[in-house]
């Protein structure tokens, strides 16, 4: 599955060829060096004396089986510029694309290495399904290379994690082990850590950041995320499956731009988010690759042009659909659902709300089913380039190679499509800054994805816990530090 909640925990247990170091550099993991042997060549080095915490050693032909494996899952579109993999010896491989692919080991700081022995014995030579509708060994047990071992797991209530005392690396905190809880409600998480029961939360609702700051032995801990939470229409199906209007009034694009011009985020920000949240004009944050201050500029809120925006598309007088948001995925995900939908009443948009934990909700929007007509989504290119969110979540879906998996609402562009083909080529930095300005202005004028706002990482910690924070949300348990 390709959730970035899954990838931040697992990353703790499995290991990537490459990841981002504390900086946000490119730094190797399981490969020590890389290089590009011609226009659609990448070859790795791996690292030697590494094995999987059973004592399984690691080696190409891992490498290899990982990919396979990938290719059949949610993980197939980080994977979806590479053709084939190929074993030169049992510590090098190379990957082949069917294009050029300049920033390829930028994409793969996701793709995780499995133990093709562990998999074979136990049935898991598939991946999961990401509506989560089939689940294989693999989703309740774990064999990476990584610093720390699951020692137990009750789903949906914990996770406990020890250090791997076999570890090819050196953990640089003093973490041995640790428990990751399920608290779905932010105000329990907040009591769980102001009476001592956990060390840390994430997730912290801003409107308690005030009373933690002011509570002895505690401390609030921020930086901006690259996540941006967006509302995605299905502008797929010819009706809507969750709603009341004859035909479906969301491939209509002057009822997008309508719903994009009424959306306050500026009062979401301050009433809902507390000032810990950046509006965007962008489904990607500011920092990522191909955003520019006048894209990523914020709609502003112009009611009397999305009412007459919806009288020339003939639905003045509204319709009624059903709005998936989730109540556990990010920070206030309900209250700016609840938010979304009151603001879209001002243009007779009747919403309601179904608002379910991730697990439910994901099974139900995701691929192959995609059953939603309009849905509050989320997203975080770990690349930090916008061809990412192209290519997984903007370009036609395509079962075969994985591109478009998680574009929910259907949209399709042709010309989009092709120029996220060219802007995945291009080598010449100038020009492809240029291609992905093109890009991303076809992706706002066409209103299919409405951004909201860029999300902080914001956790709550006790005096003497010291984390790192990156951008992309993850826990290296290995780099943090509590008290002895």
């Not at 933690?212 to 199906?237: F, N, S």
């Amino acid at each position: 599955m390709s959730n970035t909640l899954v990838f931040a925990v697992l990353h703790n247990v499995y290991e990537s060829l490459v990841q981002r170091s504390p900086d946000l550099a490119l730094e190797g993991v399981l490969a020590t060096e890389w290089n590009q042997v011609d226009d659609l060549t990448w070859e790795f080095k791996l690292r030697p004396n590494v094995k999987f915490s059973n004592g399984n050693v690691f080696n190409a032909d891992d490498v290899v089986f990982s990919f396979d494996r990938a290719k059949k899952g949610g993980v197939s579109s980080h994977l979806s510029d590479v053709a084939r993999i190929e074993k030169v010896d049992d510590l090098t491989v190379r990957l082949i694309s069917n294009k050029p692919s300049p920033i390829l080991p930028n994409q793969l700081v996701n793709w995780m290495m499995a133990d093709q022995e562990w998999a074979s014995e136990n049935g898991a030579e598939a991946p999961g399904q990401a509506d989560n509708s089939a689940e294989g060994f693999a989703n309740r047990n774990a064999m990476g290379t990584g610093p720390y071992v699951i020692a137990s797991r009750d789903p949906g209530v914990r996770t406990d994690f020890k250090a791997n005392p076999n570890w090819w690396g050196e953990i640089k905190g003093n973490v041995d082990s640790a428990t990751f809880f399920v608290i779905a409600n932010p105000s329990t998480r907040v009591s769980a850590l102001m009476s001592g029961e956990v060390q840390m939360i994430d997730g912290v609702p801003p409107q308690d950041t005030q009373r933690i700051e002011q509570t002895d032995g505690l401390k609030i801990a921020a930086k901006p995320d690259l996540r941006t939470v967006y509302l995605q229409p299905d502008v797929a199906r010819d009706e809507l499956i969750h709603g009341s209007a004859k035909g479906n009034p969301f491939k209509d694009p002057k009822v997008r731009e309508a719903m994009d011009l009424v959306i306050d985020r500026e009062a979401i920000q301050k009433r809902i988010m507390r000032g810990y949240s950046t509006p965007v004009g962008l489904p990607i944050a500011k920092e990522v690759e191909g955003s520019s201050d006048e894209l990523n500029t914020p709609t502003k809120p112009d009611i009397e042009r999305a009412k007459a925006l919806m009288e020339e598309a003939g639905y003045g007088d509204g319709f009624e659909v059903t709005l998936d948001c989730t109540n556990d995925r990010f920070i206030n995900d309900e209250a700016t659902c609840l938010a979304i939908g009151s603001f879209l009443s001002q243009i007779n948009i009747k919403v309601t709300p179904r608002v379910q934990p991730t697990a439910r909700w994901a099974q139900q929007i995701n691929p192959p089913g995609y059953n939603t007509s309009l849905t509050l989504l989320s997203y975080s290119p770990y690349s930090y380039d916008a061809h990412q969110f192209l290519t997984a979540l903007a370009t036609t879906r395509n079962p075969d190679s994985g591109l478009g998996a998680f574009n929910i609402g259907g949209y399709s562009n042709p010309e989009l499509d092709r120029l996220t083909v060219e802007i995945g080529t291009e080598s010449d930095q100038e020009k492809r800054r240029a291609l992905l300005n093109e890009a991303l202005t076809i992706l706002k004028n066409d209103h299919s994805f409405i951004p909201i706002h860029q999300l902080q990482i914001l956790w709550a910690l006790k005096e003497g816990v010291e984390v790192v924070q990156l951008a992309d949300l993850a826990y290296p348990l290995a780099w943090f530090k509590v008290p002895e």
